[in-house]
């Protein structure tokens, strides 16, 4: 054990790690979909949605989008005890952590360096994961902890301290994060006013004294006369904001103001509209007046669903929005890996944001899809589509994961999956071996590339050597190529170009196989997984998930 110490938490089966396979995306073009009249030829149509488990799903994911996903929102299960419809959120505590482990370590390397990550979660775990966030992304990028309001009233019947809030705890991947400025509501501009006919505009009042006593800022002291009335005021109690020189300037500019008849015994200074910056500084209490609730959550719900069909902790389209306008900019990429019912999704679709969400459960496709549609078609007028002047347009992909590559045969040898054609083999074993999936048209064994002169081709054949000397000569002396393929008749350095590996030799050793539900894994921990607890709630059309951690609203 290392002598070195070092402040981290710790939890049953920590050490316990899984080896993924990168599984490859299949698209169903038809669940995919796409506005009949497109704007443009990037009008926000790649968008993707993956039917599959999640930490799989993310891994996927890396190869292509390590750097590149500039605001990941997730809203997981949040491990208080209860069997909700949708997912069971019931994990023992040592579990949950493992799972958010999992995740959020693949997270981080997917967001850019400018982006950051946004996680929903109540008091039941949100300090661990506060811990837990702070070992992989580091202390130093946490921003905040957000208080939402997520209801509006109190049960009268409750008994105890009654929980009305969640939090979002908010981590950016390194110091270029820069959030956005919310945009100014008429509350906020109706501050301003314009009582003396300014020609410089309207402008409000900022209090011109400080909170420190004269006897701890005597450079603050000192004797301010009205030139209305002559009178001299002077700093018996608290000190002036600003020093003399200061206080001059504001003078010579005509902004200080003594109220309406100008008589005031204390100063105020003219702050103008045209002055202050074009957006509102974000901070970390977050009404349900201005982001939402959840009865508003299932009203949107029951709009989209109907009333038989809504989900036990949607999220407000508004919450997302607010999110949205702090993290992001036009055209970024948004990644939620919990969908649930898809708020995330539609709100950046409609924000004109690109976006990547996973979802196992089958409202997948009865909740999911249907209600991408109609935001896609203009035919969703709920949530925040009028306030951002949404009227439909782009579209999305639908992926499924590929099955585990290799399968073990009826005598236990490893093989490749049957299911695989030899398209989806050369993209898998790219992966895998490390080059980027990129097919030649000119070159039939340019299948991929790791840099400017590395090729990688895969094939089922079982190659001779005179197959090998033809390849070589054509890949030349400028290039190599990594040959992967069912066989081959001569030996492996014959030609200095080529690297030839058998497959599934090749891969065999780079991660666990045929594992495709990584969630239930850790259930192998020595640790008792508590009964779920029975709710009284009435059933939704969705099946329950199968999964641990089943991805939630």
Sequence with gaps: MSKKQRLELTWVGKDNRQHLEPRILIEDQSKSHHA???LTDSDLFDNRLIFGDNLLALKALESEFAGKVKCVFIDPPY???SAFTHYDDGVEHSIWLSLMRDRLEIIQRLLSDDGSLWITID??????????CDEVFGRSNYKTTITWQRKYSVSNNFQGIASICDFVLVYAKSDQFKNKLLPRTEESAARYSNPDDDPRGPWKAVDYLNQATPEKRRNLCYDIVNPNNGMVIKNTKKAWKYDPQTHQRHVDEDRIWWGRDGTNTVPALKLFLSEVRDGMTPHNWWPHDEVGHT?????EMIGLYGPQNVFDTPKPERLLKRILEIATDPNDLVLDSFAGSGTTGAVAQKMGRR???VELGEHCH???IPRLTKVVDGEDSGGVTDSVGWKGGGGFRYYRLAPSLLQKDKWGNWVIQTDYNAAMLAE???KLMGFTYDPSEQHYWMHGHSSERDFIYVTTQSLTHEQLRALSEEVGDERSLLVCC???NAKADSFANLTVRKIPLAVLRKCEWGKDDYSLTVQNLPIAKPEPVKRSSPKTAARPQPDLFAEKE
Excluded: P, Q
């Design 36 to 38: 009949k009249h497109r």
């Design 79 to 81: 491990n208080t005890g």
């Design 123 to 132: 008091d039941n775990e949100a300090h661990y994961l506060k811990v837990l």
């Design 295 to 299: 009865d508003e959550s299932k009203k």
């Design 355 to 357: 976006w990547i969400m």
């Design 366 to 368: 009865t909740h999911v």
């Design 428 to 430: 898998a074993v790219c």
């Design 486 to 488: 069912k066989a081959f």
